[in-house]
C-alpha cells in the first residue's frame, strides 16, 4: 500500500508541475541555458506519459517541451560549429533532427540533418584540402548518408573517391547526382557528369597501357 500511495504521489506531482517545470526551461532557454532547459523541457515530456488526459496549461507546456526541445539542441549545434568543433555540432544537429522525428516535426527533422550534412562538409574539407582522400571519404560518405542532397559535398566525395582510385564508388556518386531533378541541381548534374567523362577517360587509358582489354570491355558492358 505504501508503495502504491507513494508512485500515486508522485505521479500527481509530475502532472501538477509540469506547467511550472516548462516556464523555468522558457526561461532557461531565453537566457541561453539550452543544457538545462532540455533536461526541464524532456522532463515534462517524461512526465506526460502518466497523464491520461492533460488539461488546456499542461497540453500546452507538453507541446512547447516537445517544440523547444529541438529549438535548444539546435542552438548547442549552431553554438558548437561558430566553435569548429564538429563533432558536437553533429551529435546535437542530430539529437534535434531525432527528436523533431520523434514528435512528427518533419520540417524541423529535415532541416536539421541538412545541417548534419554541412558539419561533415566542414570536417572533411580540412582532409579534401590536405589530399588525405582515406579521411576526406570516410567523413563526407557519413554526410552524404545524413542528406544525399548536399551536391558539393557529393561531389568532393565523389572527387575523393575517384583520386583514391576507386572508380567504380565515385561513379556510383555521380551517376545519383545526375540523376537529380535538372531544374534544380544542373550545375551539380553538369560537373558530375563532367567527372564521370574525364575519370571514364581516365580509367579506359590505364586499361589500355596495361592492355587490359578484358577490363576495357568489362567497363563498357558496365556503361551500357
Do not use: H
Not at 532557461?28 to 524532456?42: L, M, P, S
Not at 556510383?172 to 534544380?184: E, R
Request: charged share 20%.
Amino acid at each position: 500500500m505504501t508503495v502504491v500511495a507513494l508512485m500515486g504521489a508522485t505521479s500527481l506531482f509530475a502532472q501538477s508541475d509540469i506547467v511550472a517545470l516548462f516556464s523555468q526551461g522558457l526561461g532557461n532557454a531565453k537566457a541561453g541555458n539550452f543544457t538545462e532547459a532540455i533536461a526541464q523541457f524532456q522532463e515534462v515530456i517524461d512526465a506526460s506519459w502518466d497523464i491520461e488526459e492533460p488539461d488546456a496549461n499542461q497540453q500546452k507546456a507538453i507541446t512547447g517541451s516537445k517544440k523547444f526541445i529541438v529549438t535548444c539542441y539546435n542552438k548547442l549545434g549552431v553554438a558548437a560549429f561558430n566553435a569548429k568543433n564538429y563533432d558536437e555540432a553533429i551529435e546535437n544537429f542530430t539529437m534535434a533532427a531525432d527528436a523533431a522525428e520523434m514528435f512528427d516535426n518533419v520540417v524541423d527533422m529535415n532541416k536539421n540533418r541538412t545541417y548534419v550534412g554541412q558539419m561533415y562538409q566542414a570536417k572533411g574539407a580540412d582532409a579534401f584540402n590536405a589530399e588525405d582522400y582515406a579521411t576526406a571519404i570516410e567523413v563526407f560518405s557519413k554526410g552524404y548518408e545524413a542528406d544525399p542532397r548536399n551536391t558539393a559535398m557529393a561531389l568532393n566525395l565523389a572527387e575523393s573517391y575517384f583520386r583514391s582510385n576507386i572508380y567504380q564508388e565515385g561513379m556510383k556518386v555521380c551517376s545519383a547526382i545526375a540523376a537529380l531533378n535538372p531544374d534544380k541541381y544542373a550545375e551539380a548534374i553538369a560537373e558530375a557528369q563532367s567527372k564521370m567523362v574525364m575519370y571514364t577517360n581516365s580509367e579506359v587509358a590505364k586499361l589500355q597501357m596495361a592492355n587490359d582489354y578484358d577490363g576495357i570491355i568489362a567497363m563498357a558492358a558496365e556503361m551500357e
